[in-house]
């Protein structure tokens, strides 16, 4: 399962699924997701090669082989990790639920539908409390 969120509001913008076991990248190519050129998006390791379809994509420098990251790679790689931190947090909350964190057991065509109702309830009670630290 792929999640797209927006970082300043925490808010899941959409959910993309693949068939059972599937590789980020893979289901990112899969699923034809399209951002606009300006918009810059995170993501981990797993999505190496993201370039070549959204050039304004960040993704953490990896070690070459036989070599060492010099200390400006490491640094970035820390604060793409501090950005990162927050899409984190997210995919915990979605976890809380069990159908995401562990193995679905039941009708394979409803895991969509399932998956959307928890990321609608994550919003609705995102809004909630950004309502209630407002009053």
């Not at 090669?49 to 070690?63: E, L, W």
């Not at 501090?82 to 065509?109: A, G, M, P, T, W």
């Amino acid at each position: 399962m792929q999640v797209v969120i927006n970082q300043e509001s925490k808010q899941i913008i959409c959910l993309n699924f693949g068939p059972g076991h599937c590789h980020d990248f893979s289901l990112f190519k899969k699923s034809n997701a399209h951002f606009h050129p300006e918009t810059e998006s995170l993501q981990d390791s797993g999505y190496q090669g993201i370039k070549d379809y959204h050039f304004n994509s960040y993704t953490p420098k990896k070690k070459p082989k036989n070599g060492n990251l010099s200390l400006l790679e490491k640094d970035y790689n820390r604060a793409l990790a501090q950005d990162r931190i927050v899409i984190e947090h997210v995919n915990r909350s979605l976890k809380v639920f069990k159908i995401l964190s562990s193995r679905y057991r039941n009708r394979r065509r409803r895991y969509g539908l399932r998956c959307n109702l928890l990321s609608a309830l994550y919003n609705y009670e995102l809004a909630l409390r950004s309502k209630i630290q407002n009053l």
